[in-house]
């Protein structure tokens, strides 16, 4: 009786020899590093003649590293202290301008471990320090800017049908919408036709002389989720300025968007950042022969081009942009759709100028605001840069196509292009700071309450339940492993409370173990033997623990729905460590008590 | 120090009076506090801005205070946060400018009045943001509440099932009702407690009606109240045990795991001694005052028998 196959304890033993293995990366601790990325949205990568220049580099002014390693998407270079690092990043920083250049704590994982997939737990803000900003994108005024935009289009249409129109304007007040009366009923009629045959996102009511027009139910939803992916789309590209090693932009419910700054101190840079505005420019290239009429600008590669000083059409102007298949050539291309006036102007200038090159110009202007003696002094900063030079090859005005792209190019432009300004206004509506020291501090606390809280229920279980008390304690201990591993696995994150989370499994887990050896003194002293004491507590318990566990798990499930950041961390540890507890607690506990004491002929046990 | 076995013969039930009436009376008392004093709500739901700040030495509150008085910020609350060297400062409702953030203004205004201030942490919560996280919070604990109503009345008969609800709603108003009376700060990580506390109490309390039901089956010739009372006692020692456990880390976590979580431990903490009493009191009461009898634990006693057989 009481005894396990053999597969069952090797079982046991590897789930927890598998589980020790991804534990154990938690151990190794952070080499400060200097972590180089490619900015979002730009094709760049990551290549060996980066790795030798930032060689070359460290080389040149004397910095020793101790490792660097390289993927396609980063370069991390080790240093073995902070100073170096401090140095190495100040000088990286300015000789790879082009990259994202981030001081970063690399867990110091062996490679062994590394390459079985093995990481640390992924801490979060409250415990590694750094910025969250949570964002409400104003959509009220997203929708009423593209109210205007079809109003000028519209306009333009108009004169072009020679539909004669008396007014046209936006509704103010309720819902919007766009009123467009006549002063003719036919025109009116022939306006309807129009609108509906050209424009199946609004919806035409025809009263008379006038046309209400309003965005229909898709359209709404489509430009809502088009302002907030282009709004996210400029954040990231802004955050790149930041040099941030793992930042987060998420978006959160309809119109919110979560952005996490791991590490970053300095709120107001990040907030003034983030709240930069950046445009696009078309210009045609210069001659050689219009030397005044020039400017010198760099491209993304800092290969200088000189273009003219006369402006073709700037961002703003820029309705929408989207990746495409040209449909002559079948090669990737990039759409933009630019409003009434912007394409105007540009018919004006391609008419003039076919097979001559014209280039895209990337602005962006930064407020960055700083106090000297008290006094606030801004700044205002503009960077700009070349992004694309195309042959015009025929005459164009409000839609056109960019070619001779790659598909990867077509996708970055038209990301850049759309990225160029926020498409709506956005609010900080949540801001949490950690400081550095304090995110140490709550590490080194949650720590210690584990090991504290640990040793002292060990304590009490092997003073109540003596040697199966320490059986439970083994449970216990193997419990916390699991717990960490899967942590790790599944790279949760984890926050304060989710520590305090672990805290309570602790003291909870136990509570099975309890069942189990109270139900076992229970049916020895109703006259049971040994061996049949421990069946019957194993198994009638269980139920009793089974039951007892899915209400603990409800109440967390609820929580890990319910609860913002730090709060799932909570409820992601306690209902993990329900879930493995139950192992631990019956599968394991019962493992080393039939090795021990089953199929032996036992008058007393020692519980 | 312990017993090897606890084999009380305790006459819970027969006191059942008394514990109800103790149990009315805090809950009265609770609801009162809610009601007239309210609740010290934290950041989290009331909005405003936070600023916690370490010095190197003990810092000087007076002086702080008039610093952000002379610059504006008569309202804010200056207060020493854990030691004396952390300050925290609270500001509710200001205006809030984009271009400066009030936590920039008030980091600087310390920083020009000494020079060894150290941020640790800002916490900005926007107006909507409290009014649904308040909004979200009462719900969620609601439809947590309903949750373990649906499963335990799918598990159970639904008078224990009403009798374990009794006991939640009991331990989650008396658990507020602690944080109204003491004036203590309820922050989210509390409402997560509160959830916890739910998670845990109905723990404690399954466990007790599991060993009620078996006995209801078993021991065929007493009536409810002996049946009651005897499962109780079955399970005591259990109970203390797993009470005094978690309580155990949660003490070590009030004391090691540092200010912030301070709130929590302490309603985890009086949640687990307000849970274990009302599974033993208030849901078995509550369930026998329902009228519970072996009558309703027929389509059970199959199960029950099933389970005897095996023995």
Not at chain 1, 80 to 99: C, F, P, R, V
Not at chain 1, 438 to 446: F, R, S, T, V, Y
């Amino acid at each position: 009786m009481n005894q396990y196959p053999t597969w069952k304890y090797l079982l046991i033993a590897s789930v927890i020899f598998i589980c020790a293995l991804y534990a154990l990366p938690n151990l190794f601790g952070e080499d400060p590093s200097v972590q180089i990325s490619p900015a979002y949205a730009r094709d760049m990568k990551i290549n060996e003649q980066v790795q030798d220049r930032v060689e070359a580099k460290l080389k040149e002014v004397d910095i020793s590293y101790t490792s660097i390693d390289r993927n396609p998407r980063q370069l991390l270079v080790r240093f073995k202290d902070t100073d170096t690092q401090l140095k190495a990043y100040t000088i990286l920083k300015k000789a790879l301008s082009e990259y994202v250049v981030a001081q970063n704590l690399a867990p110091a994982t062996p490679d062994w471990l590394r390459s079985l997939g093995g990481q640390p737990m992924y801490l979060g803000l409250d415990l590694r320090g750094g910025v969250h900003f949570l964002m409400q994108v104003d959509m009220e005024t997203a929708i009423r800017q593209d109210e205007e935009t079809y109003i000028a289009e519209l306009r333009s249409r108009f004169r072009e049908k020679k539909l004669r129109y008396k007014g046209i304007h936006r509704v103010v007040d309720g819902n919007g919408g766009i009123m467009v009366t006549f002063s003719d009923l036919e025109v009116a009629a022939e306006a309807k036709k129009f609108i509906e045959k050209q424009y199946n996102d609004l919806n035409v009511q025809a009263d008379e002389y006038s046309l209400y027009l309003s965005f229909t139910e898709k359209a709404l939803k489509d430009n809502k989720e088009k302002a907030i992916e282009q709004n996210i789309t400029t954040l990231r590209n802004r955050v790149n300025e930041l040099g941030v090693s793992e930042p987060i932009i998420q978006r959160q419910g309809e119109d919110r968007i979560v952005v996490q700054l791991p590490g970053v101190q300095d709120t107001a840079r990040a907030k003034e950042i983030l709240g930069a505005t950046a445009t696009l420019e078309f210009r045609m290239l210069a001659n050689d022969d219009d030397e005044f009429g020039s400017r010198l600008y760099k491209r993304r590669n800092g290969e200088p081009v000189k273009l003219k000083r006369r402006l073709i059409v700037t961002g703003d102007q820029i309705n929408d942009a989207a990746a495409t298949i040209d449909q002559r050539s079948g090669s990737p291309a990039a759409v933009v759709r630019l409003n009434s006036e912007g394409g105007k102007r540009m018919l004006q200038t391609t008419r003039k100028n076919v097979g001559k090159p014209m280039a895209v110009v990337f602005i962006e202007y930064q407020v960055e605001t700083k106090y000297v003696d008290g006094k606030k002094i801004v700044n205002r900063s503009k960077t700009e840069e070349v992004i694309n030079v195309a042959t015009i090859q025929e005459e164009f005005g409000n839609n056109f196509q960019i070619t001779g792209l790659t598909s990867r190019e077509a996708n970055n432009l038209a990301l850049l292009l759309r990225a160029g300004a926020l498409k709506a206004p956005m609010e900080i509506i949540e801001e949490r700071t950690i400081g550095p020291s304090l995110g140490k501090e709550n590490i080194d606390m949650g720590l210690l309450s584990i090991v504290l809280g640990f040793l002292s229920v060990m304590l009490f279980m092997w003073m109540r339940y003596k040697n199966f008390g320490m059986v439970a304690n083994l449970a216990l201990l193997s419990n916390v492993i699991i717990l960490i591993a899967l942590l790790s696995l599944l790279q949760a994150t984890l926050t304060l409370p989710g520590m305090a989370g672990i805290v309570l499994t602790l003291g909870m887990a136990v509570d099975a173990n309890v069942l189990i050896f109270e139900k076992i003194r229970e049916e020895i002293a109703n006259g049971n033997s040994p061996q049949s004491s421990i069946h019957i507590g194993y198994e009638k318990a269980f139920h009793t623990i089974f039951d007892a566990n899915i209400t603990t798990l409800i109440a967390a499930v609820m929580l890990f729905s319910f609860g913002t950041g730090p709060i799932k961390g909570f409820a992601i540890t306690l209902s993990l460590g329900i879930v493995t507890s139950m192992f631990t607690a019956i599968m394991l506990t019962r493992g080393v008590i039939n090795y021990f004491y089953g199929g032996r002929n036992l008058t007393k046990l020692p519980v | 120090m312990f017993l090897n076995r606890f084999d009380y013969k305790i006459d819970f039930m027969g006191k059942r009076s008394i514990s109800m009436a103790l149990s009315v009376l805090l809950m009265a008392v609770s609801i009162y506090s809610i009601f007239t004093q309210g609740l010290n709500l934290g950041l989290d739901f009331t909005g405003g801005t936070l600023v916690e700040v370490g010095y190197k030495e003990a810092a000087k509150l007076e002086n702080i205070r008039k610093v952000l008085k002379e610059n504006g910020f008569a309202e804010a609350t200056v207060q020493n946060f854990g030691t004396s060297q952390d300050v925290l400062i609270r500001i509710g409702k200001h205006e809030e400018s984009k271009d400066d953030p009030l936590s920039s203004q008030i980091l600087r205004i310390l920083q020009a009045e000494n020079k060894d201030v150290d941020m640790r942490r800002v916490e900005y919560v926007g107006p909507q943001i409290g009014k649904e996280l308040v909004e979200k919070g009462g719900l969620a604990i609601l439809y947590t509440l309903l949750a373990i109503l649906i499963y335990v009345a799918f598990r159970f008969e639904y008078r224990f099932a009403l009798g374990a609800i009794a006991a939640l709603i009991h331990d989650t108003v008396i658990t507020v009702g602690l944080f109204s009376v003491l004036q203590l700060e309820f922050d989210l990580t509390v409402l997560a407690a509160i959830l916890a506390v739910i998670g845990y109490s109905l723990n404690d309390t399954i466990v007790v009606f599991d060993r009620i039901r078996e006995n209801f089956v078993k021991l065929r010739k007493q009536d409810s109240i002996k049946v009651m009372n005897t499962s109780i006692n079955q399970m005591l020692g259990r109970t203390v045990m797993t009470s005094v456990t978690t309580a155990l880390v949660l003490i070590v976590l009030f004391f090691v795991g540092g200010q912030l979580i301070h709130g929590f431990s302490i309603a985890l903490l009086f949640g687990v001694i307000i849970g274990t009493y009302s599974s033993i009191y208030i849901a078995s009461a509550s369930a026998l005052a329902l009228g519970i009898s072996k009558a309703d634990l027929m389509p059970v006693q199959k199960e029950g028998a099933e389970q005897q057989e095996q023995l």
